[in-house]
């Protein structure tokens, strides 16, 4: 797992998003293709809003999948700012090894 910044962008869900909310990215590998309402542009893809629990070092946390992380693989995942210090407890931003199951 990573982390990444979310300055008020709109995610691959089509929603803003800020570095306080508890959401990850999905590896692009797992994300599929990016899908949309033809009628409305809402995003469609089956992950937009899954929560899932994140695991490292004997800590967890529920997060919302709400954006897609191009650079990621596999299961890999990039972690908001809130996300990444309420599981770590960690300032550094850096590679770590975690887990993540559908919640």
């Given amino acids: ?13 089509g929603t803003e998003l800020h570095d306080t909310d508890m959401i990850v990215a999905l590896a692009k590998d797992t994300w599929g ?24 070092n004997g800590n967890h946390i529920f997060a919302k999948i709400m954006d897609m992380c191009p650079g990621c693989k596999g299961a890999d995942i990039d972690l908001s700012l809130a996300a990444w210090k309420e599981l770590t407890k960690l ?4 590679r770590l090894k975690a887990s993540w199951t559908p919640a």
């Fill in 91 to 94: 300032d550094e931003k850096t």
């Fill in 33 to 56: 293709a990016s899908t949309y309402n033809p009628a409305t542009g809402a995003a469609t893809n089956p992950w937009c809003g899954q929560r899932i629990k994140v695991e490292y």
């Fill in 1 to 13: 797992m990573t982390i990444y910044d979310n300055n008020g962008g709109f995610g691959a869900c």
